[in-house]
């Protein structure tokens, strides 16, 4: 099967700063790659996604960068807020059919 | 628009029995995925259903089944259930199969006693 995998389980940054959530993925053939954020007692909540084709992305306050040549993800926080604190997972969507999830990373703001 | 809702929300059983969770679409999404979600595990894929067909399946025993019906709200069956199934079950709609974006409801907590 896919693996979807993330450097770091806990992150902890301070409020005001910037926040990198790494993932690496194993299928270069991959069509799509999403974050998603899940508050604690919540379901995972889109974020914002790329398609294998690009290399950046830019939304509100997050930027996802794609890294084709080494397999890796990251999702750029800016100015990271303490609605932030949430766990991030990365996912592929493999063949326009199964998507594979990363094991999450916990993002922790200190005020 | 209201969001992807999931019934229950906690449920408790015990060892041996079956449990059904259910899981009603955003309106005008006909594709419907269930996720179980546990801390050893992550997140992984049950299977699933579009215009009331099956389209794709993980790997999980027969014992989880599904459904889906024709207003697109779906179904899972858990039968003979195991400790080991104690979990968050998640599901998830999109427009269509292979959709990548999809919305998650909130999760059935299911704990086997």
């Known amino acids: 099967g896919e693996s979807v995998g993330l450097h770091l389980p806990t992150l902890s940054v301070q409020e005001g700063d910037n926040s990198i959530i790494n993932c690496a993925y194993s299928n270069s053939a991959s069509d799509y790659f999403i974050w998603y954020k899940q508050e604690s007692g919540k379901g995972p909540q889109f974020i914002i996604d790329?398609?294998?084709?690009?290399d950046k992305r830019q939304g509100q306050r997050v930027t996802v960068l794609l890294n084709k040549t080494v397999k890796h993800l990251s999702l750029q926080i800016a100015a990271t807020q303490p609605g932030d604190s949430a766990v991030y997972f990365c996912?592929?969507?493999?063949?326009?059919?199964?998507?594979?999830f990363g094991s999450g990373t916990k993002l922790n703001v200190k005020p | 628009k209201a969001g992807v809702t999931q019934t229950p929300r906690y449920l408790i059983k015990t060892r041996g029995q079956q449990v059904t969770l259910s899981c009603s679409p955003i309106s005008g999404h006909r594709s419907v995925s269930w996720y179980q979600q546990t801390p050893g595990q992550g997140l992984q894929f049950l299977f699933e259903y579009f215009s009331e067909t099956q389209r794709n399946k993980g790997n999980f025993p027969g014992r989880f089944s599904g459904r889906q019906f024709s207003n697109s709200r779906s179904e899972m069956n858990v039968s003979t259930l195991e400790l080991g199934d104690s979990a968050l079950y998640l599901c998830?709609?999109?427009?269509?199969?292979?959709?990548?974006?999809?919305?998650f409801g909130p999760g059935t907590r299911l704990t086997v006693t």
């Open positions: 996912a592929e969507l493999y063949n326009f059919n199964k998507f594979y």
């Open positions: 998830a709609s999109s427009y269509r199969t292979g959709d990548h974006e999809q919305y």
């Open positions: 790329i398609r294998s084709n690009m």
